[in-house]
């Protein structure tokens, strides 16, 4: 489904014969796939762009009394952390960029579904697979940081003569865990674009301000989920296996 | 046509079903939670956070059925070829 009216529409006519030259030949349904390719980078940008800005302006002289931008973003950075020493420990704080990075990113784009006229980059699969297959990547690289060789008793469940079959399972569940990551962000904000473009066709007025209310809290939960996510797997795979 | 007319309804029936079960575990939770809140007021800030990831991960359940319900609506993978099965029979 294409959004039928964006911001950053302009970017598809300069975006697309660049990236997907074949679509443009072959026009009809490829070019509205590439169409929405296109809407989903484009928003990423932004995303970016207003991640950096922020930033930017808030550790542009940093005071010891902190005021306005400093002061908003040292709240933000500092609940992240507090959250992250409350899950992980003391060793969580050599995973906080990655981890504050996914949460900021992911909080983001979720809140520009609440904006009509910007399409959110999660409610693409495309972008949440990727954060999703980054989060699997990195915990087993931890995970063979932390024990060396010894990482594979992870696999292989508490009972020896039971291992050949734990082991497809547990990989199964490994591998199950970068689906579910992804279709969890994506069903909840892409289904949420979803409806309130319903809602918007049956009752223009009103009605899909109730839903935007339920949206909000959607985004919030949906980036703290991700997050935690995040955490529980990489301290599972810096814990002994037993 | 049929094959459409069923997919509509498989759709409909799925997320009913999902939604069904999700709401009994949903209710469970929020019971649960409410009790604790009930019990130990004072408590309230940490079972409301573990409340919500509880059923963020509940609702995932009938994401999932959603997401499935979206494909069968949307991108139905068949849908090339009923298509073409389709055009064989008018003609």
């Given amino acids: 489904m294409v959004h039928p009216l964006l911001f950053l529409q302009f970017l598809r006519g300069i975006l697309t014969p660049l990236l997907f030259p074949e679509a443009v030949k072959a026009g009809g349904e490829a070019l509205l796939n590439a169409y929405k390719s296109v809407d989903t980078i484009t928003y990423t940008w932004l995303v970016m762009v207003l991640l950096i800005v922020v930033s930017v302006l808030a550790t542009k002289g940093i005071k010891s009394m902190p005021g306005g931008m400093q002061n908003f973003m040292e709240v933000v950075v500092g609940g992240i952390e507090n959250m992250i020493r409350d899950t992980m420990g003391e060793h969580g704080k050599r995973f906080f960029p990655l981890i504050a990075t996914l949460a900021l990113f992911i909080l983001v784009s979720n809140l520009l579904s609440l904006i009509p006229g910007f399409f959110p980059p999660t409610a693409s699969v495309n972008t949440n697979a990727a954060l999703a297959v980054i989060v699997f990547l990195t915990t087993h690289v931890v995970g063979f940081q932390a024990h060396g060789f010894k990482y594979l008793k992870h696999f292989l469940g508490p009972i020896i003569w039971l291992a050949p079959l734990m082991f497809f399972i547990e990989v199964i569940g490994h591998f199950s865990r970068i689906i579910s990551l992804t279709l969890r962000l994506f069903g909840n904000i892409g289904g949420h674009e979803i409806m309130i473009m319903i809602f918007f066709a049956l009752v223009p007025f009103f009605v899909p301000l109730l839903m935007t209310v339920l949206g909000l809290l959607v985004c919030f939960i949906q980036a703290f989920v991700f997050m935690l996510l995040t955490m529980i797997y990489i301290q599972g795979s810096l814990e002994e296996s037993h | ?91």
Wanted: aromatic content about 8%.
């Fill in chain 2, 1 to 91: 046509m049929e094959f459409f007319s069923a997919c509509v309804i498989a759709a409909g029936f799925g997320m009913g079903i999902a939604a069904f079960g999700t709401g009994i575990g949903q209710g469970l939770a929020v019971k649960g939670a409410v009790d604790g809140i009930a019990r130990n007021p004072s408590a309230s800030g940490k079972i409301l956070t573990s409340m919500m990831i509880g059923l963020a991960m509940i609702e995932s359940l009938a994401i999932y059925a959603l997401v499935v319900a979206l494909i069968i609506l949307f991108a139905n993978p068949f849908k090339v070829e009923v298509l073409k099965a389709l055009e064989h029979v008018v003609k």
